[in-house]
């Protein structure tokens, strides 16, 4: 949500969304940076945003704003502040010492946008820096419209020269225990593409996937719930390692296939956001 935009932010508080971005950076002009700040801080402090996480994307390291937004969010105690253009762990430190001089609340955290091709090359590192607790890093967030314009590769249905990039950092994120958040889909009009876009996230095994219009919202969650016949098919290998003759073993025969205990650690994971998702949409109904 553009952090110049107090309609939107309000409606954000409404949103059936896992977490929204207030955006400070790319989609507030220069001459309107100090409003927004100001508007954003007031919005994150004043709370009403339910369940959702609530994350301010800050301006980069290399700008003359990022000193004064990190300064003002840190007071206001957002869940996340959203680094633009992490290249490299450095940039993460520059924040952790701010957020420490400021004596920000440990409880906030910080996610990386991933959107340079220095990112592509450092997203080992990057990662490692969650590490060090003093960073703060929770997830990465890939920003594939920048990552197209500095590397000048194209971004076509199905992502193809992308793809290397999208798995590399999911390799880096989860290797150090990081969410990671797919890009954005840039045509509105394209419901079909859209969706072929959040499968083909939720494939590769993105946590979910960042948005631009609330349109986006359901046919998102949809893509990034499990299904019936998922949370039917886990219960069944959970059960299957749970009966006594089962539970000392490593691999067990399930309808003809056999199962290893890893999938029981995946099915106890789809059942457990699924039940997350049933308790939510209850919460919302009673809201």
């Known amino acids: 949500m553009p952090g110049s935009n107090a309609r939107a932010i309000e409606k954000a508080r409404t949103l ?4 929204v971005i207030l955006d400070l950076e790319d989609s507030v002009a220069p001459d309107a940076k100090a409003a927004a700040r100001r508007q954003v801080t007031d919005a994150v402090s004043a709370g009403g945003f339910g369940a959702r996480e609530v994350v301010v994307r800050i301006n980069g390291l290399d700008t ?10 840190g007071k206001a ?4 502040v959203l680094m633009p253009k992490v290249s490299s762990p450095n940039h993460l430190e520059d924040v952790a010492e701010r957020l420490v001089d400021i004596s920000a609340d440990q409880k906030i955290r910080v996610w990386a946008m991933m959107e340079t091709p220095l ?8 990662a490692a820096a969650a590490s060090d607790v003093e960073t703060r890093l929770a997830a990465f967030v ?6 197209a314009k500095e590397t000048r590769a194209k971004i076509t249905p199905g992502r193809a020269a992308m793809l290397p990039w999208l798995m590399n950092c999911v390799a880096a994120a989860r290797a150090f225990g990081l969410d ?3 890009g954005v889909y840039n045509d509105l009009a394209d419901a079909e593409g859209f969706a072929r876009e959040c499968a083909q996230a939720w494939d590769m095994g993105f946590d979910g996937k960042t948005l631009i219009h609330p349109n986006q919202i359901n046919p998102c969650n949809t893509a990034f719930s499990p299904s019936a016949e998922d949370v039917a098919h886990a219960k069944n290998i959970i059960a299957a390692f749970e ?24 099915a106890r994971r789809t059942v457990a956001i699924a039940q997350a998702i049933e308790a939510r949409r209850h919460e919302s109904e009673r809201v």
């Open 16 to 19: 059936p969304a896992d977490a």
């Open 243 to 266: 009966l006594p003759e089962n539970r000392d073993k490593g691999v067990v025969q399930l309808d003809g296939r056999m199962v290893e205990r890893l999938h029981a650690d995946m």
């Open 142 to 147: 890939m920003g594939t419209n920048d990552l």
């Open 77 to 80: 105690k957002p869940d996340a």
């Open 180 to 182: 990671i958040l797919d």
């Open 119 to 126: 990112a592509m090359l450092n997203a080992r590192d990057i």
């Open 64 to 73: 003359q704003w990022w000193l004064d937004d990190l300064n003002a969010v």
